[in-house]
Protein backbone atom coordinates (compact mmCIF):
# COMPACT_ATOMS: atom_id res chain seq x y z
CA UNK A 1 0.00 0.00 0.00
CA UNK A 2 1.56 3.70 -1.09
CA UNK A 3 0.38 6.84 0.57
CA UNK A 4 -0.05 9.12 -2.83
CA UNK A 5 0.09 13.21 -1.89
CA UNK A 6 -0.60 16.12 -4.09
CA UNK A 7 0.86 19.05 -2.88
CA UNK A 8 -0.39 22.92 -3.86
CA UNK A 9 -3.34 21.83 -5.61
CA UNK A 10 -5.68 25.17 -4.08
CA UNK A 11 -4.50 28.16 -5.31
CA UNK A 12 -5.59 30.10 -2.39
CA UNK A 13 -3.21 27.54 -0.31
CA UNK A 14 -0.05 28.37 -2.80
CA UNK A 15 -0.09 31.59 -2.26
CA UNK A 16 -0.63 31.65 1.21
CA UNK A 17 2.79 29.75 1.49
CA UNK A 18 4.40 32.08 -1.30
CA UNK A 19 4.65 28.89 -3.81
CA UNK A 20 4.19 29.42 -7.45
CA UNK A 21 0.81 27.88 -9.01
CA UNK A 22 1.50 24.76 -10.49
CA UNK A 23 0.89 24.06 -13.96
CA UNK A 24 0.91 20.13 -13.25
CA UNK A 25 0.00 18.09 -10.03
CA UNK A 26 2.87 18.35 -7.94
CA UNK A 27 3.56 14.85 -6.14
CA UNK A 28 5.36 13.26 -3.35
CA UNK A 29 4.77 10.18 -0.94
CA UNK A 30 4.29 9.31 2.49
CA UNK A 31 5.31 5.80 3.56
CA UNK A 32 3.25 3.45 4.75
CA UNK A 33 4.32 3.65 8.53
CA UNK A 34 2.80 7.32 8.46
CA UNK A 35 -1.13 6.06 8.90
CA UNK A 36 -2.88 7.35 12.16
CA UNK A 37 -5.96 5.47 11.89
CA UNK A 38 -8.50 4.89 14.45
CA UNK A 39 -8.65 8.74 15.90
CA UNK A 40 -5.38 7.60 17.52
CA UNK A 41 -3.42 11.20 18.86
CA UNK A 42 -0.47 12.43 17.37
CA UNK A 43 2.90 12.74 19.55
CA UNK A 44 4.65 15.72 19.07
CA UNK A 45 7.55 15.29 16.90
CA UNK A 46 11.01 15.94 18.61
CA UNK A 47 12.57 17.34 15.19
CA UNK A 48 9.89 20.14 14.86
CA UNK A 49 9.20 23.23 16.55
CA UNK A 50 6.10 24.14 13.82
CA UNK A 51 4.00 21.20 13.37
CA UNK A 52 0.89 21.97 11.20
CA UNK A 53 -2.28 20.04 9.82
CA UNK A 54 -3.66 20.17 6.41
CA UNK A 55 -7.48 19.14 5.75
CA UNK A 56 -7.45 16.99 2.46
CA UNK A 57 -10.16 14.67 0.97
CA UNK A 58 -8.36 11.47 0.41
CA UNK A 59 -9.66 9.03 -2.30
CA UNK A 60 -9.23 5.42 -1.34
CA UNK A 61 -8.27 3.48 -5.11
CA UNK A 62 -9.95 0.00 -5.48
CA UNK A 63 -8.61 -1.13 -8.92
CA UNK A 64 -5.35 -2.10 -9.88
CA UNK A 65 -4.27 0.56 -12.95
CA UNK A 66 -1.89 1.89 -15.09
CA UNK A 67 -1.83 4.94 -17.58
CA UNK A 68 -5.71 5.17 -16.30
CA UNK A 69 -7.57 8.01 -18.87
CA UNK A 70 -8.85 11.24 -17.14
CA UNK A 71 -12.45 9.70 -18.69
CA UNK A 72 -12.75 6.32 -16.98
CA UNK A 73 -10.61 7.70 -13.79
CA UNK A 74 -14.11 8.03 -11.53
CA UNK A 75 -14.03 4.19 -11.72
CA UNK A 76 -10.88 3.79 -9.67
CA UNK A 77 -11.98 4.46 -6.38
CA UNK A 78 -15.57 4.66 -4.49
CA UNK A 79 -14.88 5.81 -1.33
CA UNK A 80 -13.04 8.98 0.25
CA UNK A 81 -11.88 10.13 3.60
CA UNK A 82 -11.34 12.87 5.71
CA UNK A 83 -7.39 13.49 6.02
CA UNK A 84 -4.62 15.28 7.74
CA UNK A 85 -1.33 15.53 6.00
CA UNK A 86 0.67 16.80 8.98
CA UNK A 87 4.12 18.84 8.30
CA UNK A 88 6.89 19.94 9.59
CA UNK A 89 6.73 23.39 8.13
CA UNK A 90 10.04 24.65 9.52
CA UNK A 91 12.11 21.41 8.44
CA UNK A 92 10.01 21.43 5.02
CA UNK A 93 10.97 24.77 4.67
CA UNK A 94 15.14 23.42 5.29
CA UNK A 95 14.92 21.31 3.08
CA UNK A 96 13.22 23.24 0.27
CA UNK A 97 16.50 25.33 0.70
CA UNK A 98 18.23 23.12 0.03
CA UNK A 99 16.39 20.83 -2.36
CA UNK A 100 16.03 17.95 -0.53
CA UNK A 101 13.00 15.95 -0.93
CA UNK A 102 10.56 16.46 1.56
CA UNK A 103 9.90 13.03 3.10
CA UNK A 104 10.95 13.59 6.69
CA UNK A 105 9.05 16.50 6.97
CA UNK A 106 5.69 15.08 5.82
CA UNK A 107 6.15 11.35 6.03
CA UNK A 108 7.08 10.83 9.46
CA UNK A 109 5.46 8.45 12.02
CA UNK A 110 1.51 9.38 12.14
CA UNK A 111 1.64 11.81 9.41
CA UNK A 112 -0.98 10.54 7.91
CA UNK A 113 -4.40 11.29 9.58
CA UNK A 114 -7.34 9.39 8.22
CA UNK A 115 -10.98 8.79 9.31
CA UNK A 116 -13.05 5.89 8.48
CA UNK A 117 -14.09 6.23 4.10
CA UNK A 118 -17.56 6.64 3.16
CA UNK A 119 -18.95 5.67 -0.24
CA UNK A 120 -18.86 8.88 -2.63
CA UNK A 121 -21.98 8.95 -3.52
CA UNK A 122 -22.98 10.24 -0.28
CA UNK A 123 -20.84 13.08 -0.10
CA UNK A 124 -19.94 14.24 -3.45
CA UNK A 125 -22.30 16.02 -5.57
CA UNK A 126 -22.34 17.73 -8.98
CA UNK A 127 -20.17 20.38 -7.97
CA UNK A 128 -18.17 18.43 -5.55
CA UNK A 129 -17.65 17.95 -1.87
CA UNK A 130 -16.87 20.22 0.86
CA UNK A 131 -15.22 20.15 4.21
CA UNK A 132 -13.61 21.55 7.30
CA UNK A 133 -11.29 21.33 10.05
CA UNK A 134 -12.02 22.66 13.93
CA UNK A 135 -9.40 23.49 16.36
CA UNK A 136 -10.45 23.21 19.93
CA UNK A 137 -13.91 23.44 18.76
CA UNK A 138 -13.45 26.52 16.23
CA UNK A 139 -13.19 25.89 12.65
CA UNK A 140 -9.90 26.79 11.09
CA UNK A 141 -9.99 25.67 7.73
CA UNK A 142 -12.62 25.21 5.37
CA UNK A 143 -12.43 23.81 1.13
CA UNK A 144 -14.98 22.76 -1.55
CA UNK A 145 -12.96 20.46 -4.03
CA UNK A 146 -14.67 22.32 -6.74
CA UNK A 147 -11.68 24.88 -6.14
CA UNK A 148 -9.28 22.14 -6.94
CA UNK A 149 -6.32 23.34 -9.59
CA UNK A 150 -6.24 19.82 -10.57
CA UNK A 151 -9.63 17.42 -10.53
CA UNK A 152 -9.35 14.01 -8.71
CA UNK A 153 -9.79 12.30 -11.91
CA UNK A 154 -6.87 14.62 -13.23
CA UNK A 155 -4.61 13.46 -10.59
CA UNK A 156 -5.40 9.80 -11.24
CA UNK A 157 -4.45 9.96 -14.59
CA UNK A 158 -1.14 11.84 -14.16
CA UNK A 159 -0.37 9.97 -10.67
CA UNK A 160 -0.80 6.26 -12.99
CA UNK A 161 1.51 7.65 -15.67
CA UNK A 162 4.56 7.23 -12.91
CA UNK A 163 3.53 4.28 -10.43
CA UNK A 164 1.27 1.79 -11.15
CA UNK A 165 -2.32 1.92 -8.51
CA UNK A 166 -3.28 -0.61 -6.78
CA UNK A 167 -6.36 -1.69 -4.65
CA UNK A 168 -6.38 0.18 -1.31
CA UNK A 169 -3.63 3.15 -2.17
CA UNK A 170 -4.46 5.92 -0.60
CA UNK A 171 -4.81 9.30 -2.46
CA UNK A 172 -4.20 12.69 -0.65
CA UNK A 173 -5.80 15.63 -2.93
CA UNK A 174 -4.19 18.65 -1.18
CA UNK A 175 -4.98 21.11 1.04
CA UNK A 176 -7.10 24.55 0.86
CA UNK A 177 -6.02 27.70 2.37
CA UNK A 178 -5.80 28.13 6.29
CA UNK A 179 -3.24 25.76 7.45
CA UNK A 180 -1.64 26.90 10.66
CA UNK A 181 0.51 25.18 13.85
CA UNK A 182 -0.97 22.83 16.58
CA UNK A 183 0.50 22.86 19.82
CA UNK A 184 0.54 19.71 22.26
CA UNK A 185 -3.46 19.72 24.19
CA UNK A 186 -4.78 20.83 20.72
CA UNK A 187 -7.79 18.31 19.52
CA UNK A 188 -8.91 18.35 15.60
CA UNK A 189 -11.52 17.14 14.57
CA UNK A 190 -12.73 16.60 10.85
CA UNK A 191 -16.12 16.88 9.15
CA UNK A 192 -17.73 16.40 5.51
CA UNK A 193 -20.48 17.68 4.04
CA UNK A 194 -22.99 14.74 3.00
CA UNK A 195 -24.98 15.31 -0.31
CA UNK A 196 -28.05 13.70 0.83
CA UNK A 197 -30.70 14.72 2.47
CA UNK A 198 -28.79 17.84 3.23
CA UNK A 199 -25.71 19.69 3.16
CA UNK A 200 -25.36 18.47 7.17
CA UNK A 201 -21.68 18.28 8.28
CA UNK A 202 -20.85 14.47 9.77
CA UNK A 203 -18.01 14.11 11.94
CA UNK A 204 -15.42 11.96 10.54
CA UNK A 205 -12.35 11.99 12.74
CA UNK A 206 -10.63 13.62 15.63
CA UNK A 207 -7.12 13.90 16.69
CA UNK A 208 -5.52 14.93 20.25
CA UNK A 209 -1.94 15.94 19.87
CA UNK A 210 0.02 14.80 22.99
ZN1 LIG B 1 -0.96 18.34 1.96
Not at 147 to 176: C, M, N, W
Not at 181 to 192: A, H, Y
Request: hydrophobic share 35%.
Amino acid sequence: MKIICIGRNYADHAKELNNPIPKEPLIFMKPSSALLVNNKPLYYPEFTKDLHYEAEIVLKIDRNGRHVEEEFASKYYSQIAFGIDFTARDLQSKLKEKGHPWEKAKGFDGSAGISEFIPKANVIGPEGVEFFLTKNGEEVQRGHTKDLLFSFDRLIAEVSRYFKLHQGDLLYTGTPAGVGPVQIGDQLEGFILQEHPEKKPVQMMTCTIK
